[in-house]
């Protein structure tokens, strides 16, 4: 028999790096000029008194190296403010974007320098430039939570609803990473709460996913659709039950979240709640009216997988809501010869209380007793049985 492969870990992925300057300046060719390849060294290290000289012999503070990065880049992405503005002084182009498509800005913002920032949007710096993979300084900044270059960025004009190539925008990393702040900010701003990334989830499933309530409260306030299934057919009330994130349940339940819909392997919240112990959640879920007996495509019960990971308490619960305590899946394996088989002597116990049959057979012609190995639960079922 094989466990239960209900809901897998969500697979979003953003692509919030970018290009580390110092492992480009470590490979750059040194057949380029000198002076061009100190410049980048010495923005890179910040040492102005160097950058100052050189820039005053001429060097172009454009020069790109063979990744495309400019000494305005590095010295944005390591925090150097003094060198930022000789380069600019020197009419440094912001714009330039290296070979993943990242700018002076977009390594300004990812990493906090709120002073650059603002040096490179007074020299007209594109806000809405993306990189390779379609991520925006707004984006990285929403991400990282700071918000100051947020509301710089914002009132500037950036296009709060820009995706990247995942479809992913500021609202929802911001909703991921719990930025409540932020995320006003971008509403405020009239960002799209229905947008859906490429796996059709919305910035409702990142804050779900976890456990922002009062998030999941202000984009409920924005119609945000609240049963709206991801391409695994997963929804936020599933992801928020599978992480165990009680307040976001019973936010999303308040709110209408429908307890029955199933997953690509028809797993219900309540499955979810059975599998991973998550005893409060089970309650909520059943006091909404969540269907105790509703299976997964492999046949799996809540009742089967709280007997499969040995959680007595939780089978007590589903066994008072009426579940059916006899129950098989596709296999023909019931709760009790899970719970016998996994060695959960205390789940074996409670179901054999509550009235359990230990004759059963599985589709192989195997009882619970034929199934476990462990000398306790072989006591208790001998005392059990009948046949």
């Given at each position: 028999?094989?466990n239960i492969k209900?809901?897998?870990?969500?697979?979003?992925k953003l692509i919030?790096?970018t290009?580390?300057?110092?492992?480009?300046?470590l490979?750059?060719?040194?057949?380029?000029?000198?002076d061009?390849?100190?410049?980048?060294?010495?923005?890179?290290s910040?040492?102005?008194a160097?950058?100052?000289?050189?820039l005053a012999k001429?060097?172009?503070?454009?020069?790109?190296?063979?990744k495309?990065?400019?000494?305005l880049?590095v010295?944005?992405?390591?925090?150097?403010t003094?060198?930022?503005?000789?380069?600019?002084?020197?009419?440094?182009?912001p714009?330039?974007?290296n070979?993943?498509?990242?700018t002076?800005l977009i390594?300004?913002?990812?990493?906090g320098?709120?002073?650059i920032?603002t040096?490179?949007?007074?020299?007209d710096?594109?806000?809405?430039l993306q990189?390779n993979d379609?991520?925006?300084a707004?984006?990285?900044?929403?991400?990282?939570?700071?918000?100051?270059?947020?509301?710089a960025l914002l009132?500037?004009?950036?296009?709060?609803?820009?995706?990247?190539?995942?479809?992913?925008?500021?609202?929802?990393v911001?909703s991921?990473?719990g930025?409540?702040t932020?995320v006003d900010?971008?509403?405020a701003?009239?960002?799209?709460?229905?947008?859906q990334?490429?796996?059709?989830?919305?910035?409702?499933?990142?804050?779900?996913?976890?456990?922002h309530a009062?998030?999941?409260?202000?984009?409920?306030?924005k119609n945000?659709p609240?049963?709206?299934?991801?391409?695994?057919?997963?929804?936020?009330?599933?992801?928020?039950?599978?992480n165990?994130?009680?307040?976001?349940v019973?936010?999303?339940l308040e709110?209408g979240?429908?307890?029955?819909?199933?997953?690509?392997?028809?797993?219900?919240?309540?499955?979810?709640a059975?599998?991973?112990?998550?005893?409060?959640?089970v309650?909520?879920?059943?006091?909404?009216?969540?269907?105790?007996?509703l299976?997964a495509?492999?046949?799996?019960?809540?009742?089967?997988?709280a007997?499969?990971n040995?959680?007595?308490?939780?089978i007590?619960i589903?066994l008072?809501?009426?579940?059916?305590?006899?129950?098989?899946?596709?296999?023909?394996?019931t709760a009790?010869?899970?719970?016998?088989?996994?060695?959960h002597?205390?789940a074996?116990?409670?179901?054999l209380?509550?009235?359990?049959?230990?004759?059963?057979?599985s589709n192989?012609?195997?009882?619970?007793l034929e199934i476990?190995?462990?000398?306790?639960?072989?006591?208790?079922?001998?005392?059990a049985t009948?046949g």
């Amino acid at each position: 028999m094989n466990n239960i492969k209900i809901l897998a870990e969500h697979t979003y992925k953003l692509i919030l790096s970018t290009c580390i300057a110092s492992i480009f300046l470590l490979y750059t060719p040194f057949s380029v000029a000198d002076d061009e390849m100190e410049l980048l060294k010495s923005a890179f290290s910040g040492k102005t008194a160097t950058v100052e000289e050189l820039l005053a012999k001429g060097v172009n503070p454009d020069w790109q190296n063979d990744k495309g990065f400019t000494a305005l880049m590095v010295a944005s992405q390591y925090g150097h403010t003094d060198v930022v503005n000789m380069l600019l002084d020197k009419n440094a182009q912001p714009n330039l974007q290296n070979v993943g498509g990242t700018t002076a800005l977009i390594l300004a913002a990812k990493n906090g320098h709120e002073a650059i920032v603002t040096e490179l949007l007074k020299k007209d710096a594109n806000f809405d430039l993306q990189t390779n993979d379609g991520i925006t300084a707004l984006i990285l900044a929403a991400s990282d939570g700071y918000a100051a270059i947020v509301d710089a960025l914002l009132e500037k004009g950036a296009n709060v609803n820009l995706q990247t190539k995942e479809g992913v925008t500021a609202l929802m990393v911001a909703s991921l990473e719990g930025h409540a702040t932020i995320v006003d900010m971008l509403l405020a701003k009239n960002a799209k709460v229905e947008i859906q990334a490429t796996d059709n989830t919305t910035a409702l499933y990142m804050a779900a996913r976890n456990g922002h309530a009062a998030i999941i409260a202000t984009l409920l306030a924005k119609n945000v659709p609240i049963n709206l299934q991801a391409l695994n057919h997963s929804t936020a009330l599933m992801i928020a039950t599978q992480n165990g994130h009680t307040t976001a349940v019973k936010t999303l339940l308040e709110a209408g979240a429908e307890t029955d819909l199933q997953d690509n392997n028809g797993a219900s919240a309540l499955t979810l709640a059975a599998l991973h112990g998550h005893q409060e959640i089970v309650e909520l879920l059943l006091e909404k009216g969540a269907n105790v007996d509703l299976q997964a495509k492999n046949g799996f019960t809540p009742l089967i997988l709280a007997a499969q990971n040995g959680y007595p308490e939780i089978i007590n619960i589903l066994l008072k809501k009426g579940a059916k305590i006899d129950q098989k899946n596709q296999d023909g394996v019931t709760a009790l010869m899970w719970a016998a088989l996994h060695g959960h002597e205390d789940a074996v116990k409670t179901l054999l209380t509550n009235g359990a049959n230990p004759d059963l057979k599985s589709n192989t012609g195997k009882t619970a007793l034929e199934i476990t190995k462990d000398p306790s639960i072989t006591e208790l079922l001998k005392a059990a049985t009948v046949g």
